[in-house]
């Protein structure tokens, strides 16, 4: 997702060829990289001679692949593929309906439910101009002057004298032509589509009462005499053309206002996409160093990063020192310092050191194009509050339009001479005042400008709903490791049992835990490795589902894990409880090494707190939220940790599935809950939860199962992310209310129910000004989201 290049080059692959071979395949002399199929020109330094032909490369890794087995990527199928490719369309874009996202079409157009402009599922930073903006755009500027000059003719032509009123309305109807049959055709186009799928909408009502006004002008022009005497006013048959090009003129604004707010709410996903840097400098095998488009970068590539760059790709440091600004993905003010073995995110700002990275995520599995994609995604869904909108949208063009009718009627044989053209002209204005836009509007707006704002922020929401459901929570389960602490444990020591001695114990653990992915398992090989102790391999290794681990290691039995784990293998662990006690006390965690039932010493390994950690607790306490730890580490470590950040709470040794029974017996009991988790553990309760946070310093696993990530794995996101949820929730009943008044009090007013006590009639084209504007407005107040955390 995070270049669109990338697809683009995809699509056109072309197989490397002979120089004069470029421009008689292909005019425009583009070439491809035999290997990945990137797009190459005769410039590239990496080129290679075979049977004759010249190859050109994007890279010296695939130069080098190709060298090593060139009839690899020349056998007939590759060049089959190479063909079939080149001639294959680029892959399309998806375009979807902000108000429906379930349509979706490979080509733009209109929306068949609402009629409204499909826009592309993700944006790009290319495509700044909305195709149907400058339309909009071109045909209200163009058709502006005709409309102001029949309306200055019918509000003052009979005292100017210039014409007689027969030829002026003559006039008007020549100056109205352009108006209502090129400017308007947009609407009738939406209208009638509206009318065939079957789903009023606000196109069914401008096109009806644009059409009723404009049909009986022009009938009252050409043939007068079709209509009594009671028709006549000022000497000519009364014509309502400037009501017509009136309201096609304003709703040509209103629509030209709207779209260009709406444009602004995919701001947030276009400084994302623009944070990216263009290229990359490579560092080849040779030691030569060269720019390259980011395209153009593999995973394993080492890339250099000079102080005040960004950081191209997620990788990991390999040489040098510096301290990166990450806060453009995780809102993280203070810049992070990295040393060698630490991991960077891509687009990140490089502020002192030189860095030299190894490119381990590329392309679309980036962290920045992950968020990109979450964004997006969440962007298009749908808030449960839109559906009661949707569902009234549709019944009442049905209404507006029984109301409309029974206005003309009314007014037709009970209201003042001219009877039937004010009957005619009321209800023109009931259909326009009551396009039911700003009630489809009000939900989607504040979900695509919240959704971006939480971006910025460090908050991904997946969907709507989260943002919708994330006020309610009044519980919430954490996680204990990587969650409040670092997640990044630290070896502390080993105590034997018996006469085995510390290092031995380091030893035997690291060697078993070698096929292990737990964090706890990384900081004692880590540390077994810095002493230089040898690690002996491991089989018929098993991973005990959070409790510990299981294996051979030089033809012993060994088992490493907490107190519940030696408990299931009968293993007897009084000699060190009480040391283990002491150290539980400080906060570390506790693992029991037993090699054939017999215990063998324990392990100490703390993990300590984020910094950040103690306030976010307090924050959420103060909230109101009752805040549990639930941790798959020994109790006593657990309540240490829990003790120091006033946590009252505390479950420890649980078991993926006690997460999961934990947060059902809390939601029995009536509580909304929000669990937030890092690991591969934590999904089942994530996706259980009534909202899932996972910390973006953690597993996808947990990413996929969660309804919020926090990009920097910070507990004060959530603050942030509930914050934003009121604002947003708040923002959304302000809209819905503003349509719901507006409609309730402008349908009667235009249908003249006030007429009778004060003599007050709503004009057709005051009602398309508040139409238009009622729309632009519901957009506007969306985008105050952007100030509101």
Known sequence: MMQPDTDHNHGHRHH???????????????????????????????HAEHQGESFYFCSTKCLGAFKDDPEKYLTPKKL???????????????YTCPMHPQIRRDHPGNCPICGMGLEPLMPSLEDDDNPELKDFTRRFWWTLPFTVIVTALAMSGHQLGWFSMATQTWVELVLSLPVVLWAGQPFFVRGWQSVINRSPNMWTLIGLGTAAAFIYSVVATVAPGVFPDTFMSMGRVAVYFEAAVVIISLTLFGQILELRARSQTSAAIKSLLGLAPKTARRINADGTEEDVPLTHVHEGDRLRV??????????TVEEGSSSLDESM???????????????????????????????????????LSQIVQLVAQAQRSRAPMQRMADLVAGYFVMTVVVI?????????????????????????????????CALGLATPMSIMVATGKGATQGVLFRDAAAIENFRKVDTLIVDKTGTLTEGRPTFEQAVPAGDTTADEVLRLAASLDQGSEHPLAHAIVNAARERGLTLSAVDDFESGSGIGVRGRVDGN???LGNTALMRQEDVDVTVLTETAESLRAKGASVMFLATGGQLTGLLA????????TPEAVQDLQNAGIRVIMATGDGVATAKAVAQQLGIDEVHGEVKPADKLGLVTKLQSEGRIVAMAGDGINDAPALAKANVGIAMGTGTDVAMNSAQVTLVKGDLRGISIARHLSDQTIANMKQNLGFAFVYNALGVPLAAGVLYPFMGLLLSPMFAALAMSLSSASVVFNALRLRNSV
């Open 16 to 46: 490397g060829h002979h120089h004069h071979d470029a421009s008689s395949d292909n005019p425009l002399g583009d070439l491809a990289d035999p290997v990945c199929g990137m797009r190459v020109t005769e410039q590239s330094p990496h």
């Open 80 to 94: 089959d593929e190479s063909a079939s490719q080149a001639t294959a369309p680029a892959p399309n874009t998806i």
């Open 306 to 315: 000079r102080p005040g760059e960004k950081v191209p790709v997620d990788g």
């Open 329 to 367: 993905l995780t809102g993280e003010p203070l810049p992070v310092s990295k040393r060698p073995g630490d991991q960077v995110i891509g687009a990140t700002m490089n502020t002192s050191g030189s860095l030299v990275i190894r490119a381990e995520k590329v392309g679309s599995a980036t962290v």
């Open 404 to 436: 409309a009718v029974a206005t003309l009627i009314v007014w037709g044989f009970f209201g003042p001479q001219p009877s039937w053209v004010y009957g005619l002209i009321n209800a023109v204005a009931v259909l326009i005042i009551a396009c039911p």
């Open 557 to 559: 039995y060994l088992v």
């Open 605 to 612: 390994v703390s993990d300590p707190i984020k910094q950040s």
